[in-house]
C-alpha cells in the first residue's frame, strides 16, 4: 500500500527508529563502561547478558547453549567461562538429575557489582514506566517483544550468511 512519506505514521515510523537506535548506542555506551570498569571485553559482557536472561527466566544456560548463542567454539566457550568464573561474575553449577551438565550462573560477586552499577539505571527506567498505564505499557511491551523478534530473526540471517556451512 502507498502511503505519503509526511503522513503522520510515516514521521512516527521514522521517529521511533530513531529513538531505538539511540537507544541502542547508549545502551551500548553503558554496557561498554561497565565492562571497562571491571577489566571485561564485549564478549565477557555478551555472556553476563545471556546468563542473567538464563537465570531470570528460570532456565540457566549452559556451556554449550552459551556457546551457540554468542556464536563461539567449544574452547572458545570454556576460555570465556573460565576467565569470568576466575573474576568472580559467573559460577559453574551441576545440575542435580544430571551430573555430567553443568549450568552457568551469577556469581554473588558479579551479581553484586551488577546491581551497584546498574541500580541508578534500574530507578531512571522506573520513574519513567511509572508515567505510563497498564495498558501502554502492554502495547509497549508488545512492541519490544516484537521489534526483538524482529531483530534476532535478522541477527541468525546474518549469521547463516556469512557461516553457510552452518
Known amino acids: 500500500m502507498y502511503r505519503p512519506?509526511?503522513?503522520?505514521?510515516?514521521?512516527?515510523?521514522?521517529?521511533?527508529?530513531?529513538?531505538?537506535?539511540?537507544?541502542?548506542?547508549?545502551?551500548?555506551?553503558?554496557?561498554?563502561?561497565?565492562?571497562a570498569l571491571h577489566g571485561l571485553g564485549v564478549t565477557d559482557l555478551?555472556?553476563?547478558?545471556?546468563?542473567?536472561?538464563?537465570?531470570?527466566?528460570?532456565?540457566?544456560?549452559?556451556?554449550?547453549?552459551?556457546g551457540e548463542q554468542?556464536?563461539?567454539?567449544?574452547?572458545?566457550?570454556?576460555?570465556?567461562?573460565d576467565r569470568l568464573e576466575r573474576t568472580g561474575h559467573i559460577r559453574r553449577d551441576r545440575d542435580t538429575?544430571?551430573?555430567?551438565?553443568?549450568?552457568?550462573?551469577?556469581?554473588?560477586?558479579?551479581?553484586?557489582?551488577?546491581?551497584?552499577?546498574?541500580?541508578?539505571l534500574g530507578a531512571r527506567t522506573d520513574v519513567v514506566m511509572e508515567r505510563f498505564t497498564d495498558d501502554e505499557l502492554e502495547v509497549v511491551h508488545r512492541f519490544m517483544r516484537?521489534?526483538?523478534?524482529?531483530m534476532r530473526d535478522h541477527r541468525d540471517a546474518v549469521r547463516a550468511a556469512?557461516?553457510?556451512a552452518e
Not at 509526511?6 to 565492562?35: C, K, P
Not at 555478551?46 to 552459551?66: D, F, K, N, S, Y
Not at 516484537?146 to 524482529?150: C, G, K, L, P, Q
Request: aromatic share 6%; charged share 25%.
Open 97 to 120: 538429575a544430571d551430573r555430567r551438565k553443568v549450568f552457568l550462573r551469577y556469581a554473588d560477586e558479579g551479581a553484586r557489582v551488577a546491581v551497584e552499577f546498574f541500580r541508578p
Open 146 to 150: 516484537m521489534m526483538v523478534e524482529s
Open 5 to 35: 512519506r509526511d503522513t503522520r505514521r510515516a514521521v512516527l515510523s521514522g521517529e521511533i527508529t530513531s529513538d531505538l537506535r539511540n537507544y541502542t548506542v547508549d545502551a551500548q555506551h553503558i554496557g561498554h563502561a561497565f565492562a
Open 70 to 81: 554468542l556464536n563461539l567454539s567449544s574452547g572458545s566457550v570454556t576460555a570465556l567461562v
Open 46 to 66: 555478551q555472556a553476563l547478558i545471556a546468563v542473567m536472561h538464563g537465570e531470570r527466566r528460570g532456565e540457566p544456560i549452559t556451556p554449550g547453549r552459551l
Open 162 to 164: 556469512r557461516n553457510p
